[in-house]
């Protein structure tokens, strides 16, 4: 389900553009928008949907986008906070972000039928912790409290894993063995801020470990990559996503911090403050990894109607990846 964008590192400049004095463009950044794991959440929940019909619940948002719900939840779809909101024997679908054992546990025990939509990249992270506390290591987790996927992926080792939200509260981790302590990270943070992390971390715990593989997902990296290259040549750079999405905040910061003048989170074109572009001559665009298209195409449109009509891409990546839909419904995907 997620296109493949031609490799083209930089920007891409249609015929005869470029930065003028005085005009008006915009860049938009490749790759943006949906990544594997929010395609294949969505596709898990609308093929449940065709496959069982209405109503289907799904524990907390299935991603974290405010159109995507709103939509869904026209179609028949239930949100709930926890299982014990589901009728007996209903069919819940967990979101892209994870549960830990103890909702798997709860849910069993009321019966309800589950799919599973947990994107993979974070079901591995998942399984990091259970290795390292077989292994009896003290897991320091670097994220944001409260998040879904941070109490997913603790609730797989409580007992061995401390949360570190960002840099600032390091001195007041501890741990049991100096010696036995590793570091694994929410797959949708900032990169720049994460590093900054380990490496205070690793001030006080020189033998810190690293993962065995790159906790932060690729969709996260590359979106903000691209972010980083447009940013310096940008006098305003709107994200496209919902406040409650991690990744989404993160392009914001990442945008300021590589060098744009300004930088706005929307949800959608109508929230665009025109004020915002006052004496500006480019606008970066972007968009969280749960942000369907259509509503990056209403931002370039409005952008258009004011006279932001030169459109040029900036590209660093080539997203190509693709996960399986959960085994449930594998057959309603090669039916569809």
Same mark, same amino acid.
């Not at 929010?38 to 799904?58: N, Q, S």
């Given at each position: 389900?997620?296109?493949?964008?031609?490799?083209?590192?930089?920007?891409?400049?249609?015929?005869?553009?470029?930065?003028?004095?005085?005009?008006?463009?915009?860049?938009?950044?490749?790759?943006?928008?949906?990544?594997?794991?929010?395609?294949?959440?969505?596709?898990?929940?609308?093929?449940?949907?065709?496959?069982?019909?209405?109503?289907?619940?799904?524990?907390?948002?299935?991603?974290?986008?405010?159109?995507?719900?709103?939509?869904?939840?026209?179609?028949?779809?239930?949100?709930?906070?926890?299982?014990?909101?589901?009728?007996?024997?209903?069919?819940?679908?967990?979101?892209?972000?994870?549960?830990?054992?103890?909702?798997?546990?709860?849910?069993?025990?009321?019966?309800?039928?589950?799919?599973?939509?947990?994107?993979?990249?974070?079901?591995?992270?998942?399984?990091?912790?259970?290795?390292?506390?077989?292994?009896?290591?003290?897991?320091?987790?670097?994220?944001?409290?409260?998040?879904?996927? !941070? =109490?997913?992926?603790? %609730?797989?080792?409580?007992?061995?894993?401390? &949360? @570190? /939200?960002?840099?600032?509260? +390091? #001195?007041?981790?501890?741990?049991?063995?100096?010696?036995?302590?590793?570091?694994?990270?929410?797959?949708?943070?900032?990169?720049?801020?994460?590093?900054?992390?380990?490496?205070?971390?690793?001030?006080?715990?020189?033998?810190?470990?690293?993962?065995?593989?790159?906790?932060?997902?690729?969709?996260?990296?590359?979106?903000?990559?691209?972010?980083?290259?447009?940013?310096?040549?940008?006098?305003?750079?709107?994200?496209?996503?919902?406040?409650?999405?991690?990744?989404?905040?993160?392009? !914001? =910061?990442?945008?300021? %911090?590589?060098?744009?003048?300004?930088?706005? &989170? @929307? /949800?959608?074109?109508?929230? +665009? #403050?025109?004020?915002?572009?006052?004496?500006?001559?480019?606008?970066?665009?972007?968009?969280?990894?749960?942000?369907?298209?259509?509503?990056?195409?209403?931002?370039?449109?409005?952008?258009?109607?004011?006279?932001?009509?030169?459109?040029?891409?900036?590209?660093?990546?080539?997203?190509?990846?693709?996960?399986?839909?959960?085994?449930?419904?594998?057959?309603?995907?090669?039916?569809?």
């Amino acid at each position: 389900m997620t296109s493949a964008v031609p490799l083209n590192v930089g920007i891409a400049r249609t015929a005869g553009s470029g930065p003028r004095t005085g005009a008006k463009r915009v860049l938009l950044a490749e790759p943006r928008g949906y990544c594997a794991g929010v395609d294949r959440a969505v596709e898990t929940v609308e093929k449940a949907l065709d496959k069982h019909g209405a109503p289907i619940y799904v524990r907390k948002e299935i991603v974290h986008n405010r159109h995507v719900v709103e939509t869904l939840t026209e179609q028949g779809v239930v949100f709930v906070d926890e299982t014990d909101e589901v009728p007996e024997g209903a069919l819940l679908v967990f979101s892209a972000h994870g549960v830990s054992p103890a909702v798997h546990t709860a849910a069993a025990e009321r019966n309800l039928r589950t799919i599973d939509a947990t994107c993979p990249l974070v079901t591995k992270v998942h399984q990091e912790a259970k290795r390292f506390a077989r292994d009896d290591y003290d897991i320091l987790l670097i994220g944001h409290e409260g998040h879904e996927e !941070v =109490e997913g992926t603790a %609730g797989e080792a409580p007992d061995h894993v401390q &949360l @570190v /939200d960002g840099p600032d509260s +390091v #001195d007041d981790v501890t741990v049991r063995d100096e010696s036995k302590v590793i570091w694994l990270s929410q797959t949708t943070l900032s990169v720049d801020e994460t590093m900054q992390t380990v490496a205070r971390l690793r001030e006080r715990f020189p033998s810190l470990q690293d993962p065995p593989s790159d906790d932060i997902c690729y969709a996260t990296q590359n979106r903000q990559v691209a972010v980083k290259a447009m940013a310096p040549e940008c006098d305003l750079v709107i994200v496209v996503g919902s406040r409650n999405s991690s990744n989404s905040v993160r392009l !914001v =910061e990442v945008a300021l %911090g590589a060098g744009a003048k300004a930088s706005y &989170l @929307v /949800d959608y074109a109508r929230e +665009v #403050d025109l004020a915002w572009l006052e004496g500006v001559h480019t606008v970066g665009i972007t968009s969280g990894a749960s942000v369907p298209e259509i509503l990056v195409r209403g931002v370039v449109d409005l952008l258009a109607e004011h006279g932001f009509a030169d459109v040029q891409s900036v590209t660093t990546a080539n997203e190509t990846l693709v996960f399986a839909l959960p085994r449930e419904l594998r057959a309603a995907r090669r039916s569809g």
